[in-house]
Structures are given as structure tokens and as C-alpha cells.
């Protein structure tokens, strides 16, 4: 079982829909991170949460951390292709280790 | 501009022939990891690095040795590769391996060993 659940894992929609992806786990942690990844690439850092309930904005995407500190969500509003990616939620572990979900896997058509 | 900067970008070798894949970042970071990324497998963590002359093993160290004499630099060596090793690799440096701080990414190094 991953300690991080993401989902949907893969999601194709056309250019201007919104959109919301999940980073779930059962646990509690004091921060979650959000990157991007363009194939062949590395990961990009979108944004670290911190605060539980706090919301974070980064142009068109939003990026939220549960009040209890165990889940976030990504949202995209009027999706581009730009948008499209990797998108990998993630949370550094006890042993000095960063856990990352397995990702979703967005393609935005346009 | 701060970067992580890993060289080459792509490698071809043969079986069993020694290569260093080197790593370099401009942000006076204190830690530095290497992961390997394959299909269906997502991001796993070969070696990091807390500090100068400190490294420690990730989740797939086998076949692969580090060295962090310098801060701003984490060569990936392989003494003897195979090809299981064919991946994409990638290098990150982050301020700390703790909570609150992120990584920066290298740009990748992809390795086919025939």
C-alpha cells in the first residue's frame, strides 16, 4: 500500500475545462510538495503547503492542504496544453527520504 | 541562475565499462540525492547525501557508489554497469531533507548500457 494515494492516475481532458487532482494518505505531515514533470524531464517544484487548510495559488492552479494535514488537492482552472504533465505529490519521510505518490498523468487536448 | 546541473545528458556504453555520471549545484545546498526513474516504476532514490562526506544508502543502491568530498558536487558512479541499469537518472539538491523545502532537479542523464 502507497503511503501516498493519488488519483485519478491518468486524465485527458480538452483545453479550457477545470480540473482537480488528489494526493491522499492516512497520515499526518508537517508539509506536502507538488511538482510538475514534462517527459524526459526533471521534476519541477510547484509549491510546498504547510498549513493545514491553507491554499496556495499559482496563476491557474490552486493547490490546497486538508485541515488535518493528511491530503491536498491540485485544482486547474481553463486547462492548456502547457498544463499538461506528471503531476507528483510528495512528503519527506522520518529517515531524511522524500515519499512520493505515483502520480497522475494529465494531457490536456486542445 | 540556481541550477542542478548533471552531465551528460545522454550515454551509451557497453557492459561493464566504468562511467561516472557527474552532478553539480550552484545553491550552497546541504543535501543531494540520486534517483533512478523506469516505466511503471516512478522516481526510486539510489544514494543521498546530508552533507560533505556524509552519504547514505537509498532504495536501490546496488551497483552504484557515490562520493560527496565537495558541497556543491554528488557524482553517480557506476564500476561496473549492466543492462538493468539502462534508466533515466536524475540529480536533486535540496536546502534540507527536512520538512518545509523542496527540491531542485537536475535536468537528467539517460543511460542505455548494451
Known amino acids: 500500500t502507497q503511503l501516498l494515494e493519488q488519483s485519478p492516475q491518468f486524465l485527458s481532458i480538452q483545453e479550457g475545462e477545470n480540473l482537480t487532482v488528489y494526493c491522499n494518505s492516512s497520515s499526518v505531515f508537517s508539509s506536502l510538495q507538488w511538482y510538475r514533470q514534462e517527459p524526459g524531464e526533471g521534476p519541477v517544484l510547484l509549491v510546498t503547503v504547510v498549513t493545514g487548510g491553507e491554499v496556495k495559488k499559482l496563476k491557474r492552479l490552486t493547490f490546497q492542504f486538508g485541515d488535518a494535514r493528511k491530503d491536498s488537492s491540485l485544482h486547474i482552472t481553463a486547462a492548456q496544453p502547457g498544463d499538461t504533465g506528471l503531476y507528483l505529490c510528495?512528503?519527506?519521510?522520518?529517515?531524511?527520504?522524500?515519499?512520493w505518490g505515483a502520480g497522475t498523468k494529465l494531457i490536456i487536448k486542445p | 541562475e540556481a541550477q542542478v546541473t548533471q552531465n551528460p545528458r545522454y550515454l551509451i556504453t557497453v557492459t561493464g565499462k566504468k562511467l561516472t555520471v557527474t552532478c553539480s549545484q550552484n545553491m550552497n545546498h546541504e543535501y543531494m540525492s540520486w534517483y533512478r526513474q523506469d516505466p511503471g516504476l516512478g522516481l526510486r532514490q539510489i544514494y543521498y547525501?546530508?552533507?560533505?562526506?556524509?552519504?547514505d544508502k537509498g532504495d536501490v543502491p546496488e551497483g552504484y557508489k557515490v562520493s560527496r568530498k565537495e558541497k556543491r558536487n554528488f557524482p553517480l558512479i557506476l564500476e561496473s554497469p549492466s543492462p538493468n541499469q539502462t534508466s533515466l537518472y536524475f540529480c536533486a539538491s535540496s536546502s534540507s531533507g527536512t520538512a518545509g523545502y523542496g527540491y531542485t532537479f537536475g535536468s537528467g542523464t539517460r543511460l542505455t548500457v548494451v
Open positions: 547525501s546530508m552533507n560533505v562526506e556524509v552519504t
Open positions: 510528495a512528503v519527506w519521510g522520518s529517515n531524511y527520504q522524500l515519499i
